[in-house]
């Protein structure tokens, strides 16, 4: 039973777009959502964080939304740039400190 | 601060032996977790350790077995394997929680498991 989801395999942006990257949850009990960004042969990098009490989150380019009702949230990078080209994993953490991550998100800048 | 390191990069098995694989913390993380990346999948929480008790197991057999060292290193050690445990293993690494609260975890590079 997956409780994070990420449905979205791929996505392709040009770059200077806006990307928004889609997350879903099943469990009202998480605490905090992380989004972690992993390029090949390297082990994810933290990318951004929001609290459950929150609905918003911004760091530079990057802006996470929570929708608590809609147990969804989402990740925004504007401007992109050829170096968000990477896969993007959604992350729940619980009561215990336990995360469960999502299957991913493959994100590719177009030139 | 030093990043967080894993030994070897890649590794192959046999169906039935056993592995250990090696993890060095940054220094002053107290927790390391260890977590296995099947291809395609996100990567899916084995256990954690805190000063060396474990603290938490995600649902793998007890043929996963870790060890938590003073000097910031960790091991993971599987028995028995088994094909499905052909992955990529990742151990992160945290210390206090951050401003936002949440447990920013400090990953490896990750060690290649192939069991054939």
């Known amino acids: 039973d997956q409780q994070v989801k990420q449905n979205s395999p791929s996505l392709s942006v040009q770059e200077g777009r806006i990307s928004i990257l889609n997350c879903d949850y099943t469990?009202?009990?998480?605490?905090?959502f992380l989004w972690y960004k992993k390029y090949p042969a390297e082990g994810p990098t933290f990318l951004i964080s929001?609290?459950?009490?929150?609905d918003k989150n911004e760091d530079g380019r990057f802006t996470v939304f929570l929708n608590k009702s809609a147990k969804h949230l989402s990740l925004h990078i504007v401007p992109s740039q050829p170096g968000d080209s990477a896969v993007y994993f959604c992350?729940?953490?619980?009561?215990?400190?336990?995360?469960?991550f999502g299957k991913g998100t493959r994100l590719h800048i177009l030139p | 601060e030093t990043g967080v390191t894993q030994s070897p990069t890649h590794l192959i098995k046999t169906r039935g032996q056993q592995v250990t694989l090696r993890c060095s913390s940054q220094?002053?993380?107290?927790?390391v977790s260890w977590y296995q990346q099947a291809l395609g999948q996100g990567p899916q929480f084995i256990f954690q350790?805190?000063?060396?008790?474990?603290?938490g197991r995600g649902n793998f057999p007890p043929r996963f077995s870790g060890l938590q060292f003073p000097n910031y290193s960790s091991e993971l050690n599987v028995n028995a394997l088994e094909l499905d445990d052909s992955a990529l293993y990742l151990c992160a690494s945290s210390g206090t929680k951050g401003l936002s609260g949440a447990s920013t975890q400090y990953f490896g590079p990750g060690t290649r498991l192939t069991v054939l």
């Open positions: 469990n009202s009990m998480f605490d905090y």
């Open positions: 992350a729940a953490e619980g009561p215990n400190d336990k995360i469960i």
């Open positions: 220094s002053g993380h107290n927790t």
């Open positions: 350790y805190y000063r060396e008790e474990e603290n």
């Open positions: 929001i609290s459950s009490i929150k």
